[in-house]
């Protein structure tokens, strides 16, 4: 049986792409991502909120995150039924998630995705994490790995930019919400690297756009601007390689330095592995005399990896993606 | 009085004898740097009427490190932290002011961004994190005035008065006050943000706060019910402030970035 790609017949496939619209403004974002690299792709896309989803038949659908899409709708179970709506207007639907499979927060999307009857979970990270999955939800057509590429604006500035580094006097930056053990990772940073580095560690809160006491994505890239190192550590246990951060260092010229509790934690098919490393390795490696070499490293290194286009393309010509009337005609 | 441009430490002391060369030191350190600056600055220490050894040490390191900027104010009896804070208000030679606990420690390095702030903003108060650290742990484990100021400061203070001042407005607000069922730092904090004043945050750490067995918020405030009731009649009568936005909403400021 022959699979045909979609992209051989029919150009412009119609997708719609359910962002959360309030909650935290990052899957709003990664909404607005994923429909600049379908549309790469040909695709027409439309962006918005479950509640707002028109009601028309797509080829696509793709939801930024189903547990926050789904708090901000406000009723889980009409949301979820709505969901289900959908499923049956749409060609195929994907869950997508930016989250570490082995928390909480992943687990609920799992949950979500299966009760909605998602196609497939896309883990729009830097690592696959099929093998941190738990047996339990170890099911293979549900879970896929998308490296979080550039979008093609993202990588038009990427190329286009020459970096001045006159500006960059910050020497570190740490950014999150706090907890005991960044606290006393910041405090380690201080004595160890530099006292002057940007600390910024409120309560836990939504992270809105506005009114709330994080920073958003503008602010952020404001400080990461005029920062050499953005440093952090997940607000959990396990091994995660925050996409977000990485990408937004990248693409503010700054080098994204993650602490782990162990060299050992990290596996060894990850990128960027010397962009991880202990506390108690900041002070001697964090100097501004690396810094540009780091930089170039990374960038060279993030150029040669794959786009979000190039992996949702070779996502999307799976077989699981295949609707059954195209298969049925494929023979 | 001659008035110039730089920055008075503030150090109001109570029977903190064995913790006073800690923040002295590190008030001196930070001195050091800003005249390197081209920035004044002075370590005024408030006794207020220590029993403990806290003055014959004073008076002997006023001795030896006069010339690098220390000076001892001595009370004759007894006033209280809101007069000892006041007369450092009153005291200081400088435009600029820090008020630094006897059993906490200012990181010298980053007072100068808090000064640069003040001179960007024209702001009356530059604030940022203190992390904290208790006597038994090798490094910090939390932080306060760690978030920028909204409404909810006149629902509970989540900054303190280590922060870095500009005198003239705080003395133009009349200063502290003592109120029996408000902490004095919280009730200027709002006293100021009702007024319009701007208070700005700036994210990056000014010291070490150190808990201590009878540090002040540890201690169980058993007139916290009475206080929300005198914060709401003073500042909050018809409960609309979190519905009003402040002039100080939400200030963030870094010297290096600018607003944020």
């Not at chain 1, 909605?116 to 939800?137: K, M, N, T």
């Not at chain 1, 930019?161 to 960044?182: C, L, M, Q, V």
């Not at chain 2, 530059?126 to 939390?142: K, Q, T």
Request: a neutral charge.
């Amino acid at each position: 049986m022959k699979v045909i790609s979609m992209w051989e017949h029919q150009s412009r496939r119609r997708v719609v792409i359910l962002i959360p619209g309030t909650v935290n403004y990052f899957y709003n974002q990664t909404g607005e991502r994923l429909a600049a690299a379908l549309q790469a792709l040909g695709m027409d896309t439309e962006v918005c909120t479950l509640a707002n989803c028109p009601d028309h038949d797509f080829d696509y659908g793709f939801i930024s995150n189903i547990s926050e899409v789904l708090l901000a709708f406000g009723d889980e179970a009409a949301g979820l039924a709505k969901l289900r709506e959908l499923r049956r207007r749409c060609g195929h639907v994907a869950s997508c998630a930016i989250d570490c499979v082995q928390t909480r927060w992943y687990h609920r999307v799992h949950d979500l995705s299966t009760r909605c009857e998602a196609d497939c979970i896309l883990d729009l990270g830097l690592h696959d994490q099929s093998h941190f999955l738990d047996p339990w939800s170890r099911t293979p057509a549900l879970y896929r790995f998308v490296f979080s590429g550039l979008t093609p604006e993202e990588k038009r500035a990427l190329d286009g930019r020459r970096w001045n580094d006159a500006e960059r006097s910050i020497p570190w930056a740490f950014i999150g919400h706090n907890t005991p053990y960044r606290v006393a990772l910041v405090d380690h940073l201080i004595q160890t690297v530099s006292p002057q580095g940007f600390v910024y560690v409120p309560t836990l809160a939504p992270y809105t756009d506005k009114g709330s006491p994080h920073l958003n994505q503008r602010q952020f890239e404001t400080v990461l601007r005029h920062t050499r190192y953005q440093i952090w550590c997940s607000h959990h246990a396990h091994f995660y390689m925050e996409p977000e951060r990485f990408r937004a260092s990248l693409l503010t010229g700054g080098v994204p330095i993650r602490i782990v509790d162990s060299r050992n934690d990290i596996p060894k098919s990850v990128p960027f592995p010397y962009l991880m490393m202990e506390a108690q390795d900041a002070g001697e490696r964090l100097t501004s005399k690396v810094f540009s070499r780091v930089r170039g490293k990374f960038q060279n290194d993030w150029r040669a990896l794959p786009t979000l286009a190039q992996e949702l393309g070779r996502v999307l010509d799976l077989p699981s993606f295949v609707s059954r009337e195209t298969l049925a005609r494929a023979g | 009085m001659t008035y110039q441009a730089g920055v008075t430490i503030a150090i109001p002391n109570w029977n903190h004898e064995f913790l006073l060369p800690r923040s002295i030191s590190s008030a001196l350190q930070a001195v050091a740097l800003l005249r390197a600056e081209g920035i004044r600055g002075e370590v005024v220490v408030i006794d207020d009427h220590s029993r403990d050894g806290s003055l014959a040490l004073l008076r002997k390191l006023e001795a030896l490190h006069y010339a690098d900027g220390l000076r001892v104010v001595a009370f004759g009896v007894n006033g209280g932290l809101v007069a000892s804070r006041n007369q450092g208000l009153l005291n200081g030679r400088f435009p600029y002011i820090t008020f630094l606990d006897a059993d906490n420690e200012l990181i010298p390095e980053n007072l100068l961004c808090f000064v640069r702030t003040l001179q960007q903003t024209n702001a009356a108060a530059a604030y940022g994190n203190l992390l904290i650290r208790s006597v038994s742990s090798p490094c910090a484990h939390n932080v306060i005035s760690n978030e920028s100021m909204q409404a909810k400061i006149f629902k509970g203070n989540y900054i303190d008065a280590f922060a870095v001042f500009d005198r003239l407005q705080i003395l133009d607000v009349g200063g502290y006050q003592f109120d029996e069922h408000i902490q004095e730092d919280h009730e200027l904090w709002m006293h100021l943000a009702a007024n319009g004043r701007r208070i700005v945050f700036v994210p990056v750490v000014l010291g070490y706060y150190y808990l201590l067995p009878n540090s002040m918020c540890q201690v169980d405030d058993k007139s916290k019910p009475v206080g929300q009731s005198r914060v709401d009649r003073v500042f909050n009568q018809l409960r609309i402030r979190p519905s009003m936005e402040m002039n100080t909403q939400h200030l963030r400021y870094h010297p290096e970035i600018g607003y944020l």
